[in-house]
């Protein structure tokens, strides 16, 4: 199982800069989706067998992909799933925010804890395929929640919290169907500011290391 975090662009994504971001959150997210269902060994179910996400679009049966590329008018060409976040809510976790102060005072680092939601969406035309998916995403995101847990900088919380039953899509030409799956997260984030002659001169968002 810990052969995912092996991908050289996957690992590339995780040791940039140490930290996390909402960016870079959801692209971790989308790169373990495409990894998992790229492998039909991996399947649960072997109905989904011919079910497999591919690089060349012409060769892949299944299309993974961020949710802001979802259009309803291709909807139901072939199975899709589609990865996003919820709102990126923050909370205090020190006095003031505040992480450190440098000697100068130059450079300010405030710090919070982020919460979000990962939703993964499994989009087909039959209602059973889209749960079949969502119950396959659901067994890998689970098991990988130690290497989650070891592998993401600065992630504090990671749990997967719902699986939803397959619904309706709405204003779609064909009848199409989605059923969710839903992994709820937490990680430090920091906040550095930089002085210069009393003014600010940037400000940078990053996550912080665990430890």
Same mark, same amino acid.
């Given at each position: ?35 998992? &269902? ?29 949710? @802001? ?71 890998? @995101?689970?098991?990988? %929640? ?30 199409? @169907? ?8 937490? &990680? ?19 996550? %912080?290391?665990?430890?």
């Amino acid at each position: 199982m810990s052969n995912f975090i092996n991908g050289a662009s996957l690992r590339e994504l995780l040791d940039e800069e140490g930290f996390l971001d909402p960016v870079r959150m959801r692209r971790i997210f989308l790169m373990l989706a495409r990894y998992h &269902f790229s492998e039909p060994s991996n399947y649960i179910d072997p109905e989904l067998v011919p079910i497999i996400y591919n690089d060349d679009s012409q060769k892949s049966t299944l299309d993974v992909d961020l949710d @802001f590329t979802y259009n309803s008018e291709e909807i139901g060409r072939k199975p899709a799933i589609y990865i996003g976040t919820s709102p990126f809510q923050f909370e205090k976790q020190v006095v003031d925010n505040l992480n450190e102060v440098s000697e100068d005072r130059s450079i300010i680092s405030t710090t919070t804890q982020c919460s979000t939601s990962i939703s993964i969406r499994h989009i087909t035309t039959a209602a059973d395929l889209s749960l079949s998916l969502a119950t396959q995403s659901i067994g890998f @995101f689970g098991n990988i %929640r130690p290497y989650v847990m070891s592998e993401i900088p600065g992630i504090l919380a990671y749990e997967v919290s719902q699986l939803t039953s397959p619904a309706m899509v709405e204003d779609t030409k064909i009848r199409v @169907f989605q059923s969710n799956v839903e992994l709820k997260l937490a &990680f430090n984030t920091i906040w550095l500011t930089y002085i210069e002659s009393l003014r600010i001169k940037s400000i940078m968002f990053e996550g %912080r290391p665990k430890g």
